[in-house]
């Protein structure tokens, strides 16, 4: 298996665009995690899934925010409208149960100009 | 839920040992302990995780207080490969959520 992979790898943007951030999980993993990262604030849970179905969103930082899990292979999150204060490094992680290991993508690090 | 204590940071000597403490005296006893690290520039990594015993696997060795209330992460042979921040996080059946808090930044010197 290719790991979790996040999609786009990069991504820049002018304030008040919508920003679409994408993850692959890991084939069979039923829990999927998705982070932001500043320097500020550290590693925030934002949401996670179980089963395809949102359980935990408390982390979400307001309506701009959303996240979705269409199906048990594919999850998106998705900021509109953007501003400069989500400049970040956003990242997912999928896991096979709550005591066994996650893996995290490689991230994906937002610049909001 | 339960919160840990970690040292803000740590150092140690290349191909010294190291030991990681954290402090968890709120455990409940479905909570299990575990270990991850973040590498520069990369996404976190699992190290281990444990219940009551400790545990050994090919990157470290996890030792529990036979009272559960702290762990302490070993790293036998530090190399520079493991300068990162190490995260002790707890999560349990009912809720299984990550949660990182501040963790200890280890800087290995040569």
């Known amino acids: 298996d290719a790991g979790v992979i996040q999609s786009p790898r990069h991504e820049v943007t002018e304030m008040g665009q919508e920003v679409t951030l994408r993850c692959k999980p890991i084939s069979g993993h039923n829990s999927l995690f998705w982070y932001r990262q500043t320097m500020m604030r550290g590693l925030e849970l934002l949401i996670y899934f179980n089963n395809n179905v949102p359980i935990d969103d408390s982390g979400m930082p307001e309506d701009r925010f959303s996240a979705k899990m269409p199906n048990a292979s594919f999850s998106t999150l998705k900021i509109q409208p953007s501003e400069p204060r989500d400049s970040a490094v956003y990242f997912c992680?999928?896991?096979?149960?709550?005591?066994?290991?996650?893996?995290f993508g490689q991230g994906t690090r937002l610049t909001v100009v | 839920d339960a919160k840990t204590t970690q040292p803000n940071s740590m150092e140690s000597n290349e191909e010294e040992p190291v030991h990681l403490p954290c402090n968890h005296s709120?455990?409940?006893?479905?909570?299990?302990i575990h270990w991850y690290r973040q590498l520069p520039s990369q996404g976190p990594e699992y190290v281990i995780h444990g219940l009551t015993s400790n545990v050994n696997n090919r990157m470290a060795s996890l030792a529990i207080a036979e009272d559960r209330k702290s762990s302490t992460l070993i790293l036998h042979r530090a190399t520079l490969r493991d300068a990162a921040v190490y995260y002790c996080i707890l999560t349990n059946f009912g809720n299984e959520k990550l949660t990182f808090g501040t963790g200890t930044r280890l800087t290995i010197i040569p």
């Open positions: 709120t455990i409940s006893g479905t909570d299990y």
């Open positions: 992680a999928s896991s096979g149960g709550p005591v066994t290991e996650a893996f």
